[in-house]
């Protein structure tokens, strides 16, 4: 029944941007966090970025600067403004969501960064 909807993937040149979201739908009746995590092959999963509902966030030190969240709590939604983008940005961006008693993951949208 849960569904996080993940677009705005893609191909970008070094030094582009992109911007991602994730729309959460279905039986989500409280969202404490949404933000994002990426996985590179061969790689951990990492943290992007998580936003809480009063809007304080945390970032991974790689992203600091380049990467933005903005979250539109009446549509269930987070947003990932990437800047200056890296072909080391390269992965599986998953979108993450923390109702408060459970966690729920998007499918992935892949992000490739060419030099």
């Known amino acids: 029944q849960v569904r996080l909807v993940e677009s705005g993937g893609g191909l970008v040149q070094g030094g582009g941007s992109l911007r991602l979201s994730c729309a959460a739908s279905g039986s989500i009746f409280s969202i404490t966090t949404m933000g994002w995590y990426r996985q590179a092959p061969g790689k951990q999963r990492e943290l992007v970025g998580i936003?809480?509902?009063?809007?304080?966030?945390n970032y991974a030190n790689s992203v600091k600067g380049r990467f933005t969240l903005s979250r539109d709590n009446a549509k269930d939604t987070v947003y990932l403004q990437m800047n200056s983008l890296k072909p080391e940005d390269t992965a599986v961006y998953y979108c993450?969501?923390?109702?408060?008693?459970?966690?729920?993951w998007g499918q992935g949208t892949q992000v490739t960064v060419s030099s």
């Open positions: 936003m809480a509902s009063d809007g304080s966030t």
């Open positions: 993450y969501v923390w109702s408060g008693t459970s966690a729920y």
